[in-house]
């Protein structure tokens, strides 16, 4: 299996990573892997601005979905497309 980049730690919960994602409507943000917490760049991680989706429409605050079953994880080069590699941990 091919480990995916990550940004960060999830913050408050001390386990799982945050991961670029691309949403319903092809952009990319970024959940944490473990309770599918949304921020909408690297720079909000661990701040208030972040959402917490869920259903029916499992909006996001710039009007996108994270419906599950249509998004994915981002690739390395998908991250560097949009320059945020180095925001990636180490």
Same mark, same amino acid.
């Given at each position: 299996?091919?480990?995916?980049? &990550?940004?960060? #730690?999830?913050? !408050?919960?001390?386990?799982?990573?945050?991961?670029?994602?691309? @949403?319903? #409507?092809?952009?990319?943000?970024?959940?944490? !892997?473990? !309770?599918?917490?949304?921020?909408?760049?690297? !720079?909000?991680?661990? *701040?208030?601005?972040?959402?917490?989706?869920?259903?029916? @429409?499992?909006?996001?605050?710039?009007?996108?979905?994270?419906?599950?079953?249509? *998004?994915?994880?981002? *690739?390395? #080069?998908?991250?560097?497309?949009?320059?945020? *590699?180095? &925001?990636?941990?180490?």
């Amino acid at each position: 299996m091919v480990s995916l980049p &990550y940004f960060a #730690e999830c913050p !408050d919960i001390g386990q799982g990573v945050v991961r670029a994602m691309i @949403d319903t #409507e092809g952009r990319m943000i970024l959940m944490c !892997d473990e !309770d599918g917490t949304v921020w909408l760049h690297p !720079d909000d991680i661990g *701040t208030d601005r972040f959402a917490q989706p869920s259903g029916p @429409d499992w909006s996001l605050p710039n009007g996108d979905h994270v419906l599950p079953g249509t *998004t994915r994880w981002a *690739t390395l #080069e998908e991250i560097g497309s949009v320059g945020w *590699t180095s &925001y990636l941990s180490s």
